[in-house]
């Protein structure tokens, strides 16, 4: 139904800046919320960033002031990470909350994620 295809990752070095970009897929009938989420090595999957579809914006306190998640007319979602640390490294993962239209039905998605590698 719908697809998520995430791009924009790649090695760093610390301080550096990297855009990650979500292009949805599919049979979609609304968008409720896009966000990503990072999964380090050994620790859990957490929330990085998200967007409603009014616009409101939701960081991680360990990213606030370096990354910023937008959203473009064609749904695409992007996450622009400045200052990256170390600690960044990470499999990012696309997130859609929202409505398939065959049939409208409420899903949750998955991108199949990306790696950031912040390091000199």
């Known amino acids: 139904q719908v697809q998520l295809v995430e791009s924009g990752g790649g090695l760093v070095q610390p301080g550096g800046s990297l855009r990650l970009s979500c292009a949805p897929s599919?049979?979609?009938?609304?968008?409720?919320?896009m966000g990503w989420y990072r999964q380090a090595p050994g620790k859990e999957r957490e929330l990085v960033a998200s967007?409603?579809?009014?616009?409101?914006t939701n960081y991680a306190d360990s990213v606030k002031g370096r990354f910023t998640i937008s959203r473009d007319n064609a749904k695409y979602t992007y996450l622009q990470m400045n200052s990256l640390k170390p600690e960044d490294t990470a499999v990012y993962y696309c997130?859609?909350?929202?409505?398939?239209?065959?049939?409208?039905?409420?899903?949750?998605?998955w991108g199949q994620g990306i790696l950031v590698t912040v390091s000199s």
């Open positions: 997130n859609f909350v929202g409505y398939g239209s065959s049939p409208i039905k409420y899903l949750q998605v």
């Open positions: 599919g049979s979609i009938f609304s968008v409720n919320a």
């Open positions: 967007i409603t579809s009014g616009g409101s």
